[in-house]
């Protein structure tokens, strides 16, 4: 994909500048499209193009450096993008394949910051923690893949990478113990729970998606 127009599109509070451009799926299918995260609740699957264009624009990092991205001097040749939000409209787009042309903001993967994306105990906390006692789960600091209670974190022998973790996490989920809260949420009546943070070069590991609302990601739309 040749990129020779653009916006310049500022993050707000966060100093990171992007483009904004639109993109025709349909048409541009030879592009690479790196998803990282499973979508929890379907997007309404009903075809419908007036619902299309209202669609705030989908956020996606590229391999360039943030000069780079924004230099008008050659045009860009894009090959592959990572989609960092809108994940379930982007499945929706793609389900029925609309020929429109659909806002997007790329940024610089040297700009791109990901947290662990907040979860709340759906349970109480003594019975949360026995959960995990019973997983082989236990206190301690000294593993780089953990479960985080108000700084406490846990972790476990058994599991020896960012994806065993989160396919834990996506037990946690399947089982309603834990469900996702916006990290900018506040007055949270129950425990938070957080993991292992993951980078952004664990989203390539080819044919895997992390459980839904794994990632906080900076810069935000």
């Keep these: 994909m040749i990129i020779n127009k653009f916006e310049e599109y500022d993050f707000k509070n966060s100093g990171v500048e992007g483009i904004k451009i639109t993109i025709n799926f349909s048409l541009e299918n030879h592009l690479n499209i790196v998803l990282h995260e499973e979508t929890q609740d379907k997007y309404e699957q009903v075809k ?8 705030p624009p ?13 230099s008008l001097e050659t045009p860009k040749d894009i090959r592959s993008l990572t989609l960092l939000d809108g994940h379930h409209r982007f499945e929706h787009l793609v389900l029925y394949n609309y020929d429109y042309p659909v806002p997007v903001v790329l940024v610089s993967e040297q700009d791109v910051e990901v947290k662990s994306y907040n979860s709340i105990m759906n349970l109480e906390k003594e019975k949360f923690i026995e959960f995990l006692l019973e997983n ?32 834990f996490k996506r037990k946690l989920i399947n089982l309603d113990l834990i469900s996702p809260s916006r990290n900018d949420e506040t007055n949270l009546d129950s425990e938070v729970v957080d ?3 993951i980078k952004l070069s ?20």
Excluded at 48 to 55: C, H
Excluded at 147 to 158: L, M, R, T
């Design 48 to 55: 419908d193009i007036e619902t299309v264009k209202t669609f």
């Design 58 to 70: 989908l956020l996606f990092s590229v391999n360039l450096d943030p000069d780079s991205i924004k």
């Design 136 to 167: 082989n789960f236990n206190p301690s600091s000294s593993s780089q893949y953990f479960i985080s209670i108000q700084g406490s974190q846990y972790s476990c022998e058994d599991i020896n990478n960012i994806y065993d973790l989160y396919n």
């Design 195 to 197: 993991f292992t943070e």
């Design 202 to 221: 664990e989203f390539y590991l080819q044919n895997y998606l992390f459980p839904p609302k794994s990632t906080w990601i900076h810069p935000r739309i």
